[in-house]
């Protein structure tokens, strides 16, 4: 029977799908309502909130490692940009962090973001910039050692503009980059948020000398009306 991150039994929830209309109201505008209106009918928003996970960024990484299986007992796993915490909360009963399947053996996971995380059983978690000078020595401080995973959700808020957004987040992605080629153990995982725009030929180049294997992957999860996509380099070299 299917569990949430929270023990409890979530089959047979939220059987009932009636589609939630939003009127649109003085002082607010066409853009939110309509956001309003998505967020309200979108059915992955709907299952976060059935199964007790913090976002429908949980169900991305859960449909990537069902895929790819890089979330297995043992791992220690990098998550930047982890908040509000959906993908740790993914991470903990696969990596095994609690400790709690026995004979298996247990993970580690430490998670990064600018904003404060609520507490998360089975997480380190920290407040920091990954993008200033020094962040990822600090990572490395932290995780003492090497890593099996590092994995990327990194978005700066959106400008509006669609190119300046793109290479921000290229950006985000190459310093996540850097940093799995520093920490990642021989036959490591780097998964990574990036936005289709053009600028992303580059990053492809440098990970293909690095890893066995690079995959450009829409998670189910991911809405189809974005440019977002993930990109899944497995079998670090090294
Ligand atoms: C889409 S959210 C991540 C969602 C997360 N994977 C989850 O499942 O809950 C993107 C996150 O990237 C973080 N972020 C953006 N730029 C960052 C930076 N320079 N350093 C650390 N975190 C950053 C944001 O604060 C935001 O929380």
């Given at each position: 029977?299917?569990?949430?991150?929270?023990?409890?039994?979530?089959?047979g929830?939220?059987?009932r799908d009636?589609?939630?209309?939003?009127?649109?109201?003085r002082g607010r505008r066409a853009s939110?309502?309509?956001?309003?209106?998505?967020?309200?009918n979108?059915?992955?928003?709907?299952?976060?909130?059935?199964?007790g996970?913090r976002?429908?960024?949980?169900f991305?990484i859960m449909?990537?490692d069902?895929k790819?299986?890089?979330l297995?007992p043992g791992?220690?796993?990098?998550d930047?940009g982890?908040?509000?915490?959906?993908?740790?909360?993914v991470a903990v009963?696969?990596?095994?962090?609690?400790?709690?399947?026995?004979g298996k053996?247990q993970?580690r996971?430490?998670?990064?973001?600018l904003q404060?995380v609520?507490p998360?059983?089975?997480?380190e978690?920290?407040?920091?910039?990954?993008m200033?000078?020094?962040a990822?020595?600090?990572?490395?401080?932290?995780?003492?050692?090497?890593?099996d995973?590092?994995m990327?959700?990194m978005?700066?808020s959106s400008?509006?503009?669609?190119q300046?957004?793109h290479?921000?987040?290229i950006a985000?992605c190459?310093?996540?980059?850097?940093l799995a080629f520093?920490?990642?153990?021989?036959?490591?995982t780097?998964?990574s948020k990036?936005?289709?725009g053009g600028?992303?030929?580059e990053?492809?180049?440098?990970?293909?000398?690095r890893?066995?294997k690079?995959?450009?992957?829409?998670?189910p999860?991911s809405r189809?009306?974005?440019?977002?996509?993930f990109v899944?380099?497995?079998?670090?070299k090294g």
């Amino acid at each position: 029977m299917a569990k949430g991150p929270d023990g409890k039994n979530t089959s047979g929830r939220g059987q009932r799908d009636l589609t939630v209309k939003v009127k649109t109201a003085r002082g607010r505008r066409a853009s939110s309502t309509r956001w309003l209106q998505r967020q309200l009918n979108d059915p992955y928003v709907k299952r976060a909130q059935l199964e007790g996970y913090r976002g429908r960024a949980a169900f991305k990484i859960m449909e990537l490692d069902d895929k790819f299986r890089f979330l297995v007992p043992g791992a220690r796993v990098v998550d930047l940009g982890c908040a509000p915490g959906g993908w740790c909360q993914v991470a903990v009963p696969r990596v095994n962090a609690l400790g709690e399947k026995a004979g298996k053996a247990q993970g580690r996971i430490l998670g990064v973001d600018l904003q404060e995380v609520e507490p998360i059983a089975g997480v380190e978690l920290h407040q920091l910039d990954f993008m200033d000078d020094g962040a990822d020595d600090k990572v490395k401080d932290w995780l003492g050692g090497k890593a099996d995973v590092v994995m990327s959700d990194m978005a700066a808020s959106s400008s509006g503009h669609k190119q300046t957004d793109h290479l921000r987040i290229i950006a985000l992605c190459e310093a996540a980059a850097y940093l799995a080629f520093d920490v990642l153990e021989e036959g490591g995982t780097f998964v990574s948020k990036v936005l289709a725009g053009g600028a992303e030929g580059e990053l492809q180049k440098l990970l293909k000398q690095r890893f066995a294997k690079v995959a450009n992957v829409k998670p189910p999860a991911s809405r189809a009306d974005s440019s977002e996509k993930f990109v899944v380099a497995t079998g670090f070299k090294g």
